[in-house]
């Protein structure tokens, strides 16, 4: 549940049970963020009712979040779009993933990056991807420290809803940390290593060690104290839940049966991601081209993703912040898929040139990537949120990639899905194409739902897309 500053938790307690005033379970060096529970359902829904949509916040009182995913080097466009229009569509072979929660989403075609073409650039359509994808600006191509893109979508919201969560906004990656050096044909790796940015020249350097993330939103203290903290319990071989189960133990004596469950599945989930991260530290760093892999990233890059995702999700569940970007991999990635089957590397495999084994060898990772994807989805559907509603309802999340097809590096007709009901202010459940606009234009209309006011420009926008 959304942990709130001393002012507002003492407004707080005059309205809601006081079950609902313990935001945290808290023990030596540990601060364990709670979901919410049932016993806080009607109150909040009785106060909610009473008081308009505010910034950051659903009709129904409930927190609206938005987060953004990209995977890397386009998808396999015959496999990707949609049969039919409207309601009345039919997935591609990419999306089957996406079958369940079908009338939770919408695809969304015609949507355009101009500032990722060449344009009087040159080459480095993959850093252009990464930078314009949450910007709409383009990047000037340098690869010194004289960067400059734009402001990205997620900081502009927030820059306006940040003070009400822990944190402002997360930024996660699967993929290495690169703030500098030279990266596509003379552009800075800051630009392909980076989603968030919260001034045209200032990227949020986005985490990719789960422990680290884990730490952060579950550790108590600063950097330093959560990393002594955690030496502690290394050395006490003690699990980060066990510093607060006195704390646990006398909450589930003031909670009812269901929320005794909940609390019990909730628990249990931040224990699972504990042992994941603690398998992958067993191992000790791992062994990558040109790098180190830190300890606490799985060997498995799907094990990286789910790990990644299921922290995201965890930070939505608790409101420890509304707005989140995952970098699953840097436009241009090479990266090999042994797991499943394709010992070739992805940017290599993206440059098919219509060969039907490596086109096929494409499809497989794009539909690698949605597997992942949806369970996130699911995952988020199964939750309740403070409304009653899921919170997967109650979130934004647009899933795409800033090239459309990889073998052409195009920008136009990207791929894009976005997943939620956005509080209710969306209608999903529908595959549209929306003719021929700035991608930019959907930001704007995504910050209009978030309670964002004054917001008049995002890049190359040039007005709002009204058909979401």
Known sequence: ????????????????????????????????????????????????????????????????????????????????????????????????PLAPLQRSIQVLGGLDHKNATAGNDGAGDHARANATFLTGARARKTDSTDIEVGISVDQVVAQKIGHTTRFSSLELSCDAIRKSGRCDSGYSCAYQYNLSWASATTPMAPESNPRLVFERLFGAGGPEERQKNFRMRQATQKSLLDFVMDDARSLQRQLGANDRDKLDEYLTGVREIEQRIQRAESFGDL??????????????????????????????????????TLLLAGDGSNRAYPQIGIPEGHHYCSHHRNDHDLMEKIGKIDLYYMERFARFLKRLDAKKDVDGKSILHNSMIVYGCGNSDGNRHTHHNLPIVLAGGGGGT?????????????????????????????????????????KV
């Open 1 to 96: 549940m959304k942990p709130t500053s001393p002012r507002s938790s003492e407004a707080a307690a005059q309205r809601l049970p006081a079950v609902s005033r313990r935001q945290f379970l808290r023990g030596l060096g540990a601060c364990v963020a709670l979901p919410v529970f049932d016993s806080a359902l009607r109150p909040v829904a009785r106060a909610a009712a009473a008081a308009p949509a505010g910034v950051g916040v659903t009709a129904s009182g409930a927190p609206l979040r938005m987060a953004f995913v990209y995977f890397p080097n386009g998808a396999h466009q015959d496999y990707w779009w949609p049969k039919g229009e409207g309601a009345n569509f039919t997935l591609g072979k990419t999306m089957q």
């Open 287 to 324: 062994p990558n081209p040109g790098a180190d892999t830190p300890a606490g990233i799985p060997a498995n890059y799907g094990e990286h993703m789910d790990v990644m995702y299921d922290l995201l999700a965890m930070a939505f569940e608790t409101d420890s912040t509304r707005v989140s």
């Open 426 to 466: 969306l209608t999903p459940g529908r595959y549209q194409q929306l003719g021929s606009v700035p991608m930019s234009n959907l930001f704007l209309s995504m910050t209009d739902r978030m309670g964002v006011s004054g917001v008049e420009r995002i890049g190359d926008s040039s007005g709002r897309v009204t």
